[in-house]
């Protein structure tokens, strides 16, 4: 980004945060990580990501209109990711790219993404996953690699429509209906089981056997992302198997 050029193309220009710093030990981004802003305002939400004192920032920044401002360089580490964990991963923002969507959020009443922003998310999804050479199940929301404390995305996000453009992991989610299901504080082996599946495929969390308020926390950001239809954090034979499905469909 020299001369402040964006790195990507469908970045109209770039709008500097100071709010970055080096990537821990020269990681490459490998992941690319999608946020809501969670305020009313897009306006307020920009200048927050570039003020110093409230140290968070993001790589890009895609307006409702479907604007798109470059705010930190690529090669630099933004402070968009906080506190998580993905796989083998704790240091998120030193391994990721991180696209903020400005949407009011759940506190907001998660108004729908427009049709406008939806597009350039995906166009500019695209073009990060192909510089990085970014693996579909990279492709995460904040609340995958922070699922006790973020809820963005959010269950409205069209994940499908971004798998169907050739970004993230995706299989069609199995239809809800009735049967046996894990909620919290269920024991035995096939909770551990669950909780097992669902370290395999990235999620962290304590494989204990005690279905607890952590398993629920992950069970929700994984519904959100993969099962949006319920998200009731309850591990129902709908979740169970999508989850199976995804582990089976992986590269």
Known sequence: MSS??????????????????????????????????????AGEALQRLCNPAAEVSAHYFVFENGHVLQLVPESRRAWHAGAGAWAEETDINSCSIGIEIANAGHM???????????????????????????????????SDVAPTRKEDPGELFP??????????????????AGGRFFAQGDQGPPVEAYQAMLAMYGYVLDVSGTFTPET??????????????????????????????LIASRD
Do not use: C
């Open 159 to 176: 994940w499908e429509r971004l798998a169907v453009a050739g970004i993230g992991h995706w299989v069609k989610p199995a239809p809800i």
């Open 108 to 142: 907001g009443g998660l108004p729908a993404y427009p049709e406008a922003q939806v597009e350039a998310v995906t166009r500019l999804a695209a073009d990060i996953v192909h510089r990085w050479s970014i693996a579909p199940a990279r492709v995460l929301g904040h």
């Open 216 to 245: 629920a926390a992950v069970t929700r950001a994984f519904q959100r992302h993969f099962r949006p239809e319920r998200v009731d954090g309850v591990a129902d034979a709908s979740t169970i198997t999508t989850l199976r499905d």
């Open 4 to 41: 402040l050029v964006p790195d990507s193309p469908l970045a109209a220009k770039v709008f500097p945060s100071p709010n970055h710093g080096e990537r821990k030990d020269g990681r490459r981004p490998d992941m690319l990580i999608l946020h809501y802003t969670g305020m009313a305002e």
